[in-house]
């Protein structure tokens, strides 16, 4: 009997993660949607392996992939579970996924948030503000939606009613970011969108989807935080954060590697970010 859910994964190049993350929901039997943008290594071979239904577009950024991908694919289940290449799912996960029914327990419900696990360099990531760490990765088709009005920070948005599971979780690990020079240049990439999407936030050019509460759900906690995040000032603030995460989310405890990753995700990568949004608003106001 087919679940009540499809699974949509977006890919470039994922031969090292794909495998790992297909055959651990396999044996759920849930169709699988995959949109590529462009691999070249043996990444639709082994979609094509695992009876994937495959459709390409040229890469953007996150959100609009996303958007895309929901727009495009003729899921037919009740729910959609979007993932991303370089995550699993655990066993207690599976089983609840397993278990699922869509009957009167969800009837009022259109979202769910799973936990997530993230490793770096094959540490967890446990302390730091980074875990429990709850995403909306399952939701009622035709429903949630992909938030565009984000250049790098992808998530879906889902109207009405949403739970959370605790139990079970995703583990993320992108092992390409052991070379410490692939994180680095993802990010210098990513600080580009950052920063001109801040800029333009500044210019009223872009709102939040999400209404920020810091009583809300996960994500509305998050567009909060972010609401303040922009109001504060630009090279002070990744100072800042670095040491709220390493004090009082003890990211200290994370040891070596995980100091390593908050320095580098905390401090480095908005530091970056408040840098290129100085050089592009003097860019702008030499050709004004």
């Known amino acids: 009997m087919q679940p009540p859910f499809s699974f949509i994964v977006l890919t470039f190049n994922e031969e090292q993660h794909l495998p790992r993350l297909l055959n651990s929901i396999k044996a759920l039997n849930a169709p699988l949607f995959i949109l590529d943008s462009g691999s070249t290594d043996q ?44 995550q699993i799912v655990t066993p207690e996960l599976f089983d609840q996924l397993a278990n699922f029914k869509d009957d009167e327990v969800y009837k009022d419900i259109n979202g769910i948030y799973f936990n997530r696990k993230n490793f770096f360099k094959g540490k967890w990531i446990k302390f730091g503000g980074y875990y429990p760490k709850y995403l909306m990765k399952m939701f009622r088709t035709g429903i949630g939606f992909s938030d565009t009005n984000e250049n790098m920070d992808h998530r879906f948005v889902v109207p009405g009613k949403t ?31 950052v920063a001109e999407e801040e800029i333009e936030r500044m210019q009223a050019l872009r709102a939040q989807t999400i209404r920020p509460s810091i009583v809300g759900n996960p994500d509305q906690r998050t567009a909060y935080l972010k609401s303040l995040w922009w109001k504060l000032p630009r090279g002070l603030r990744s100072f800042a954060y670095f040491s709220y995460r390493m004090t009082f989310k003890l990211g ?5 590697t995980g100091i390593l990753f908050h320095f580098l995700q905390g401090f480095w990568f908005r530091l ?15 050709d004004d």
């Open 272 to 286: 970056m970010v408040d840098v290129k949004i100085t050089e592009k608003l003097k860019e702008r106001l030499k």
């Open 163 to 193: 739970i959370i599971w605790k139990k079970g979780h995703i583990l993320e690990e992108n092992l390409k970011e052991n070379q410490i020079s692939f994180w680095i240049a993802k990010h210098n990439r990513y600080s580009d969108l």
């Open 252 to 256: 200290f405890l994370d040891g070596k």
């Open 43 to 86: 990444t639709l071979k082994i979609a094509t392996d695992f009876n994937a239904a495959i459709k390409h577009q040229a890469f953007e950024n996150h959100p609009k992939q996303w958007d895309f991908a929901i727009k495009n694919f003729d899921v037919k289940t009740p729910w959609t579970i979007g993932l991303d290449a370089d």
